[in-house]
């Protein structure tokens, strides 16, 4: 079978699999790169601006680059189940791919923080799914305890496989854009992509595939801020329900991504989100959910505090596709006019 196969069979060099690892894949990454001329122009002419557009996964979020190594590995250390907490991606792609691979899936849930998407992804797909009375934070520290005690594999960002898949967007980026960006803008919640990414570009750099490294930036929302507040927030809050977390597992290694790579980390606000999720979706065409629009919201202050070089080229990772959310979506656009089927109603309200 010729053309794209998935990021396994893309970057076998550098995943730790061989020829015995049995490959669970949906076919992910590949995702575009899309430049968003009209983001610059409206921030600073100057900046080159690229979107890795990761909502286009099979699954609708990055999160099938990392299961797709965590449940192929899983799959091979004879595991027949897996287990994971999440504020809702990491489930419905957990759930994708134990169902591609015949294995059972345990999910648990923040109750009444999730996206109406996520949720549905992890239910069709055969998921056991809890609803938990109580935070992403608290479901992960019950996880990690069940995959200590039982026959299940943790599929968090705290499984190892799990970085080496994500870090393969890093390798994209630089094989789409011919070298690194200057500068890498990323949400963050568990803080795993954001180490992931730089361990992706570090590897692609020592191995002579790219000249440069990025500086990694990395946006939290300001009610879920713990490595900008550096303390643990007991209570996250923020309408980016993915981001919605107060004691993120990758803390260490995603604080010294930022170091390493003389990067930093931001808040921004809901108020922020919401409007860089509008404008991505009205200026650009491009529907993402709130939690990605957390780094467009980042790049517009950061261009405001005068934080980019002239000249130099970004890459904003837009995380989960904006479908996995309606219902944010529909509250923050006007709502649909009823009219009668008659043509002088229609063309009355459309002012024609
Ligand atoms: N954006 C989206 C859409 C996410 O779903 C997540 C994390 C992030 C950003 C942050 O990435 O955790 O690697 O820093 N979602 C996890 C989940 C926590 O359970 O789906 P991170």
Redesign the pocket.
Known sequence: MKGWRGVIEQYRAFLPVTAKTPVVTLFEGNTPLVPAPRLAEATDARLSVYLKCEGFNPTG???DRGMTMAVSKALESGSRAVI????????ASAAAFAARAQIRAFVMVPRGAIALGKLSQAAIHGARVLTVEGN?DQALAIVRQIAETHPVTLVN?VNPFRLEGQKTAAFEIVDQLGRAPDYHLI????????TAYWRGYREYHRAGLARELPRMVGFQAAGAAPIYENRVIEEPRTIAT??K?GN?A?WGPALEAVKDSRGWVDIVTDEEILGAYRMLAREEGIFM?P??AATVAGLIKSVKAGRFEPGSTLVLTL??HGLKDPDTALESASRPTTVPARLDAVLAQLGL
């Not at 994971?84 to 489930?91: E, K, L, R």
């Not at 949400?187 to 954001?194: D, E, L, M, R, S």
């Open positions: 979020s990055f999160k994971c907490a999440s504020t809702g991606n990491t489930s992403f960002s949400p963050v919640g568990n803080a795993g992509n954001i993915a981001i977390i993120p990758n959910e939690a990605s995380t989960g």
